[in-house]
């Protein structure tokens, strides 16, 4: 039993027909009678009654419908579940200079470096070498406002 076998009884109780059906679901009228032929002999009843027009779904059928439309729903939820998880933004955050102000951003950047470093170089003495990470630190955060965020994963 496959999604669309149960697609196709759906849409033949909903039209009570197979030619109506096959054209709604844009296939050819064999193409429709085959496979729930193939359903049914693969679930051992029959779904339609058709020696009537319009076609009668059996009580048995009705009952296996009305799970089929569960199924189908039930089924569709899972891409809503994939659509609501794929608009969540995740992954290694990364920030990069754009190309754009590259060149600004390593002349300034450099510059207040090599002024902290600088400045900081006075304490090496009394610190450990710490002063270097704390004018990285310290250049950073000017750094980061003109910062392009890409390469999200």
Known sequence: MTKTQLEYIIAVDNYRGFIKASNKLFITQPTLSMQIKKLENELGVLLFDRSKMPVITTDIGQKIIEQAKKAISES???YDIIKDE???I????????SNKYSHFLNDTWNAQFEANLDSSSNNRNNQQNDSYEDSYRYSWVHFCPLVVYNNFL
Request: proline residues 14%.
């Open 76 to 78: 569709n939820r899972i």
């Open 90 to 97: 995740t992954g290694k955050f990364t920030p990069t200079p």
């Open 86 to 88: 794929s608009d969540k």
